[in-house]
Each structure stands twice: as structure tokens, then as C-alpha cells.
């Protein structure tokens, strides 16, 4: 396999997300101020890491002795933001070296699409906006929803059904959800 150097990995990837990691203020309601990690919906999380690993030298964590990365604890709120109630997932990331750049690989039994996230000073504001725009909220009750421990967010379809993912921080959020 072909190996790529880490420096030209953090060229590109630095490259790639140069605007969109920096934080605006003074927008107006509902603007996007910065993004999050890139996830990819994966069908084998284990097999893409270690793609990642052996062709960019990006760092992952170990596979536990048991061969296999176990599936995370139920999450009904971020399934509700997916609106895949009672799915399983497992998600875990491979980082450029040296950095805080990753890419986020996430394994559900129902979703094969990556997403962005965008991070807004007001996230019903962006949903509401996305909404005029004739995107589908496809988070439950087509709203933002609160995810744990203090954010709400939505995962909206755009043009292409590639998902976005606004999210913004919520004070209160972990005090409304049981």
C-alpha cells in the first residue's frame, strides 16, 4: 500500500479546512461561525481506520484485545437527531499527527452518508433558514434537538441529501432532557 507523508497530509487537510475552522462573530442570526469534525458514515469503521493509518500515518486508537471495537452506549438523543431510534453505533476517529484535524468514522446500522457539521451562533435560527431554503430536517420532529451534555442540533438534507449537521451550544439543554 501506498503510503503518504504526514506533512503532505496536514498540507491538505489544513488546506481543506482553513476557513472553515476559524470563528466569526458579528454575524447575524443563524450564520455559520465555524465547523466540527468531519464524520464518514462508514460501513466497517474498523477496515476504513485502518486505511487511514497505514495510507496517511494518521494516529487511531488501538483495537481492544477483543479483535473488535465494541458499539457505544445507547444515545437517544443524538438517534434522534439522526432520527434512527434504536440503532447501534460505534464511532472513533484517526487524527493528522500533531494536530487537532480528524476525520471522524462513524459506523450505523441505517446511514451510509458523511456529514458536516457547522457550528452556529443560533441553530434554530440556521434550521429555520435551511428550512425556508427547501431543505429536509430529517432530525426527529424536523426541529433541532438537545445532545447531550449542553449542544442541540439537526441533521438536515441538503440539495444533494449530503447531511449537515448545525449544532450551536445550549444552556439548559442537559436540565430538559431525560
Known amino acids: 500500500m501506498v503510503r503518504i507523508p504526514s506533512r503532505t497530509l496536514i498540507a491538505g487537510v489544513c488546506a481543506l479546512f482553513m476557513f472553515g475552522s476559524s470563528t466569526a462573530t458579528g454575524q447575524a442570526p443563524g450564520a ?9 458514515f462508514v ?3 474498523d477496515r476504513s481506520l485502518a486505511f487511514y493509518h497505514d495510507t496517511f500515518d494518521m494516529d487511531v486508537p488501538a483495537i481492544p484485545a477483543t ?17 434512527i431510534p434504536g440503532a447501534r453505533e460505534r464511532h472513533q476517529s484517526a487524527r493528522v499527527p500533531g494536530t ?3 476525520v471522524e468514522m ?3 446500522q441505517d446511514r451510509g452518508a458523511a456529514r458536516l457539521q457547522l457550528r452556529a451562533q443560533n441553530v434554530d435560527a440556521m434550521v429555520d433558514a435551511m428550512k425556508a431554503a427547501g431543505l429536509k430536517v430529517v432530525s426527529q420532529g424536523e426541529t433541532a434537538v438537545p445532545i447531550p451534555p449542553n449542544l442541540k442540533g439537526a441533521l438536515v438534507a ?3 441529501n449530503f447531511f449537515l449537521t448545525p449544532f450551536a451550544p445550549c444552556d439548559g439543554c442537559a436540565a430538559r432532557i431525560q
Open 32 to 40: 455559520i461561525i465555524g465547523t466540527g469534525t468531519f464524520t464518514s
Open 43 to 45: 460501513e466497517n469503521m
Open 158 to 160: 441538503d440539495p444533494n
Open 100 to 102: 487537532r484535524l480528524s
Open 67 to 83: 479483535g473488535e471495537r465494541p458499539y457505544n452506549r445507547t444515545n437517544p438523543q443524538l438517534f434522534a437527531m439522526f432520527d
Open 106 to 108: 462513524m459506523e450505523i
